[in-house]
């Protein structure tokens, strides 16, 4: 049943809505876990990261594949109808190891003010493209595998560890920028439309792509120039189709979603509202608080 789903997708990036629903389902019972057993937070985050990183790696092990959905020509025709793609690149389990990093890198953070609110990094900028350039070499690192004849070990130790090692280099990032205050100001201006419209480009952005791919009539010889020239393309017009898609959808759901709430504690505020002139005092028979009107 689940086969059959996975090959009838609406879009082809439309797995992650899937695996973010899911995830976030996951999430909300281990925040209340550690809710609840606040001392365990550390342990249990520790204990989900290391349990999905060896999932990913037992799904290649298991069924001798790559690390990770290669994009072929011959495997973009159609990516669902390849096992490596439908059991390994989309399913939730292989893919909730950088969810559970960035609990953990919340859990980092909020410690970290809380217990050391004056707390800087040193040498922020340094560590940030330090972190920026390691991001960018690691994502080459897979090349390795095309060069090189297939290999089943060194398959699992890079499905073990690759999504762990560049989600823990994002959070870092994160954290580094949250903690110094690095981008406020001017910058605050820019980043935070744009943020706004980064899952709109996501979700948008790729059928440019498809379009740009699906149209040619003849095969396209990229060079230097031509790849500069699409990825600034394709960079303008996702953003363009994020805006329309958040002024049509996003926006007024959310705006509606904000009344729904403020109208739901407005009510709750009003049922509650004591009567004027009340005075509290604590019940000697019961022990709860009664309120006497004068």
């Not at 959310?254 to 009344?259: I, P, R, S, Y």
Request: with cysteine; proline share 4%.
């Amino acid at each position: 049943m689940i086969k059959t789903i996975s090959r009838q997708q609406c879009m082809i990036q439309s797995w992650y809505m899937a695996c973010d629903l899911h995830l976030c389902a996951v999430g909300i019972l281990i925040v209340y876990f550690v809710w609840k057993f606040p001392k365990c937070e550390k342990i249990v985050l520790i204990i989900a990261i290391v349990v999905s990183c060896f999932i990913s790696a037992y799904v290649v092990y298991d069924h001798k594949f790559y690390p990770t959905f290669f994009g072929f020509i011959s495997n973009l025709k159609y990516p669902p109808s390849h096992e490596d793609f439908t059991l390994l690149y989309i399913p939730t389990h292989t893919r909730a190891t950088p969810y559970f990093v960035g609990m953990f890198a919340g859990h980092v953070y909020r410690t970290t003010r809380a217990r050391k609110p004056d707390f800087r990094f040193p040498y922020p900028t340094l560590c940030l493209w330090t972190i920026v350039g390691g991001c960018v070499l690691w994502m080459m690192s897979v090349f390795y595998f095309f060069v090189h004849e297939y290999s089943m070990w060194a398959s699992v130790l890079y499905a073990l560890v690759f999504r762990l090692i560049y989600s823990a280099m994002i959070s870092a990032f994160i954290i580094i920028s949250a903690v110094n205050t690095c981008y406020t100001g001017s910058w605050t201006l820019i980043l935070a439309p744009l943020g706004r419209l980064t899952y709109g480009v996501y979700m948008g952005g790729l059928s440019i792509q498809l379009f740009y791919v699906a149209s040619a009539r003849t095969q396209i010889y990229f060079n230097q120039l031509l790849i500069s020239w699409v990825v600034i393309g394709d960079s303008i017009f996702g953003f363009i189709i994020a805006f329309i898609l958040y002024m049509l959808i996003e926006s007024p759901f959310e705006n509606l979603l904000k009344l729904f709430i403020n109208k739901i504690k407005g009510g709750k505020n009003k049922t509650e509202e004591r009567t004027p002139n009340a005075v509290e005092m604590i019940s000697p028979h019961t022990g709860h608080a009664i309120e006497i009107n004068s």
